[in-house]
């Protein structure tokens, strides 16, 4: 009888260590969304942190809602209503890590953006708790005399771990907006701290509702799901610098703490000239003189790969590589007008604006 007793033991044990097993899970793709306006001092350096806590992750999707700390030229409804992840009083710099209650000393999800370690330990939370769901590369199209957007966002479900409360939000983020910028690390009382700054990964518009849409299941074709992307491009918005971010998380309207997000995806930029390595940060860089006549320099915190200059019209009228962190360029040949110098180090990518003066 003790004999029996074991082997059905062991073959329940097994039975539940097999199903456990079945459970598919996929490699999760983390999300940050950070809150910042303008008028935040601290963001830039706030953004510095989590640029090196991210490290360049290929599995992170760091978006932004210009709200928490007053309103700049870029917020909107939906930055506005985000806030509510607060639970309570707002602030700049913040951020949420997959919509997901880490830090108890809060009470939502949002939390201070800390120290570069801070951010990590939050970051590896997030990497450690298992995903059951996959969402592939958005794929996009975009036409770009009628504006029109169209595409696909679809995945996967890899086990029975969905229900109706299963959303997808699908976001329309826009890159290097030129700005000023509050900035206490990088400016000075004679301008008000007030600094030229490319503003990154702003949530300019949802495709989907605001708080997504109900992921409907297809069980007889592997657990899997489609969304369809029609969506036409505002004037005022630079096609060549926007993407799409897609996330699948937990709606629940009655507890901001029950919205966690199970994975997401982002698409390449609408232009397909552009490789997404162009969204890549983590790079400083400064130009000096700034306005220049004759010459410019370029400096960077890591040995400058390459260096290019384009026109207002995104035509590239200079490039060259470099292996040392100053690059020289020389605008004898160049017209009076504004033009951006982008360049390329180990740590990411930087552009900013030039003036050439004559």
């Known amino acids: 009888m003790r004999r029996e007793i074991l082997a059905i033991a062991f073959l329940l044990a097994a039975f539940a260590a097999t199903a456990q097993e079945s459970k598919q899970t996929f490699t999760r793709k983390v999300v940050i969304e950070q809150f910042t306006t303008a008028q935040c001092g601290w963001c830039p350096y706030g953004a510095e942190r989590i640029t090196q806590a991210a490290n360049n992750s290929s599995n992170i999707v760091w ?14 409804d939906i930055a506005e209503t985000m806030t509510l992840f607060y639970g309570g009083s707002t602030y700049a710099p913040a951020m949420m890590v997959d919509r997901t209650h880490f830090d108890p000393a809060e009470p939502g999800p949002v939390m ?20 059951y769901c996959k969402v592939l590369t958005p794929e996009v199209t975009y036409n770009t005399d009628t504006r029109h957007l169209s595409g696909t966002v679809s995945g996967r479900f890899g086990d029975q771990v969905y229900d109706e409360n299963t959303r997808l939000v699908v976001y329309l983020i826009e890159d290097s907006i030129f700005m000023q910028q509050h900035d206490y690390q990088n400016g000075s009382q004679a301008n008000g701290y007030a600094v030229d700054y490319w503003h ?3 949530v300019r518009d949802t495709i989907t509702p605001l708080w997504g849409e109900p992921v409907t299941v297809d069980e007889e074709n592997n657990r899997s799901f489609s969304y369809t992307i029609d969506y036409t491009l505002p004037e005022g918005f630079v096609y060549k610098n926007c993407r799409v971010a897609a996330i699948v998380y937990n709606y629940d309207a009655a507890d901001i703490n029950n919205c966690a997000v199970m994975n997401a995806a982002e698409s390449d930029y609408l232009d397909k000239s552009l490789g ?56 004898s040949a160049l017209a009076q007008g504004a033009y951006f110098v982008r360049i390329q180090t180990a740590k990411g990518v930087a552009t900013r604006q030039l003036v050439v003066t004559k």
């Open 112 to 131: 201070n953006v800390g120290n570069v370690s801070e951010i990590r330990a939050a970051l590896s939370k997030a990497k450690a708790v298992p995903t």
């Open 63 to 76: 978006i932004k809602f210009h709200a928490g700390f007053g309103t700049d030229d870029l917020t909107n």
């Open 276 to 331: 997404i390595d162009e969204a890549a940060q983590g790079c400083q860089m400064r130009l000096f003189p700034n306005p220049a006549s004759s010459s410019v320099t370029v400096e960077a915190d890591a040995p400058i790969q390459r260096v290019t200059l384009c026109n207002a019209l995104g035509q590239v009228c200079y490039s060259s590589t470099a292996q040392s962190q100053l690059a020289h360029i020389d605008l």
């Open 200 to 202: 990154m990964g702003t």
